[in-house]
Nanobody, 116 residues
Framework: QVQFVESGGGLVQAGGSLRLSCAASGFTFSSATMRWYRQSQGKEREWVALITSTGGSTNYADSVKGRFTISRDNAKNTVYLQMNSLKPEDTAMYYC?????????WGQGTQVTVSS
């Protein structure tokens, strides 16, 4: 079955960096566009970044553009999110995601907390 294991979250001061990882299994990872989402307390889940199957194309939400970088290693079935210049408003649970029609799959999330 499709599974994601996210890691790398934690507590960091504003201006710091974290690197999230999402190890995937149960599907052909190298064929899937992968996405990161986040959800802050009391808010709806929002899309953060995506990367196409080969890694040839990426896209970012305006709120993270220039600070976050999504990448992938298809040999390791892993997608990453490098987060730099973190702000308190980046505090959220971060989820990796794959839309494998007809199902939409989510990881369990990893918490990122940015202190001011």
């Amino acid at each position: 079955q499709v599974q994601f294991v996210e890691s790398g979250g934690g507590l960091v001061q504003a201006g710091g960096s974290l690197r999230l990882s999402c190890a995937a299994s149960g599907f052909t990872f190298s064929s899937a566009t992968m996405r990161w989402y986040r959800q802050s307390q009391g808010k709806e889940r929002e899309w953060v970044a995506l990367i196409t199957s080969t890694g040839g194309s990426t896209n970012y939400a305006d709120s993270v553009k220039g600070r976050f970088t999504i990448s992938r290693d298809n040999a390791k079935n892993t997608v990453y999110l490098q987060m730099n210049s973190l702000k308190p408003e980046d505090t959220a649970m971060y989820y990796c995601n794959a839309l494998l029609l007809p199902m939409n799959y989510w990881g369990q999330g990893t918490q990122v907390t940015v202190s001011s």
